[in-house]
């Protein structure tokens, strides 16, 4: 919970007095409280500032940015800065109505409208965080070229540092390189597994936590069929929508490294086999 010193910098930057507080669930790297002052209800999102540094800015600008784009629902951000050490991410608090019948229809072409939001780069204007995670966006012009270089070598260098290893990762490369389609980049979420989205108020999807960057399309969705909890109307609506290009099925791997390997530098060596499994199916 927050500490009676960070409430009362709420207080101050709110003009606001916070009647209650409650814990919400939130994660291994960030404490979450829901904040109830008189008029309204408030998500605060609390964690070090010296582990990790400017991760709520990078929020920030990463759900203004979706916001920017007006499809989803987005939680507006109120606040972010730094008291006594801790930092912290003040959100408007969304609440959750019941699902509405057409949810993943709605939801599939809510998500071909995002990622139909482009810019005539791969990247992003800074770097932000996947979970704990630092997440580099420097600008490229080639697809492949960004997701190699700023996706999958940071993770492959973190995870071989953590004493995992990989054989003939450039003839990797150079493989996957001719499997990426060269579409124009897209405004990706970049972390769309089924626990970053909840309902809205009218029953909507609202997306929450993101790992933003305008990047390959096929990356959301590959994250969305790693884990599951995403009804298939949903990808077929996008396709009628937006459609994905030929065999993007068969290049689900090739995406989805990138998040295996976020988990093997997280959670450890249950993720290994998942990863140099992909490794050889495109050697």
Not at 17 to 27: A, D, E, N, Q, Y
Not at 91 to 106: H, P
Not at 127 to 134: A, E, K, R, V, W
Not at 227 to 246: C, K, M, R
Request: hydrophobic share 40%; net charge negative.
């Amino acid at each position: 919970m927050p500490s009676k010193i960070l409430i009362q910098h709420f207080e101050n930057l709110l003009s606001e007095k916070i009647i209650k507080t409650k814990p919400l669930l939130g994660g291994d790297i960030n404490e979450v409280c829901l904040l109830i002052t008189s008029t309204r209800k408030l998500v605060v999102k609390i964690n070090s500032d010296e582990r990790f540094p400017g991760m709520f800015q990078a929020e920030t600008e990463g759900l203004r940015e979706l916001r920017k784009a007006k499809v989803f629902t987005i939680p507006q951000v109120l606040h972010y800065g730094s008291s006594n050490d801790e930092a912290f991410l003040l959100l408007e608090y969304i609440d959750s109505g019941k699902q509405i019948e057409d949810f993943w229809l709605v939801f599939g072409k809510q998500l071909a409208l995002l990622h139909k939001q482009s810019k005539p780069y791969f990247g992003f204007e800074n770097d932000n965080y996947i979970g704990s995670l630092p997440q580099c966006n420097h600008k490229h012009i080639s697809p492949s070229e960004f997701y190699i270089n700023q996706r999958l070598q940071p993770q492959f260098e973190m995870a071989i540092n953590r004493g995992f290893s990989f054989r003939n990762l450039d003839d990797f490369y150079a493989t996957i390189e001719t499997e990426i389609p060269n579409e124009a980049s897209s405004l990706v979420h970049g972390d769309l597994w089924n626990g970053n989205f909840i309902m809205d108020t009218r029953g909507y999807p609202c997306l929450i936590d993101p790992a933003v960057s305008y990047a390959s399309r096929e990356m959301d969705i590959a994250m969305m069929h790693l884990f599951g909890g995403f009804d298939p109307e949903l990808f077929e609506i996008y396709n009628e929508t937006f459609p994905l290009t030929e065999n993007w099925r068969e290049r689900l791997g090739i995406w989805q490294l990138y998040y295996l390997l976020v988990h093997l530098n997280l959670f450890g060596s249950s993720y290994y086999n998942s990863v140099t499994r992909i490794l050889n199916q495109y050697r």
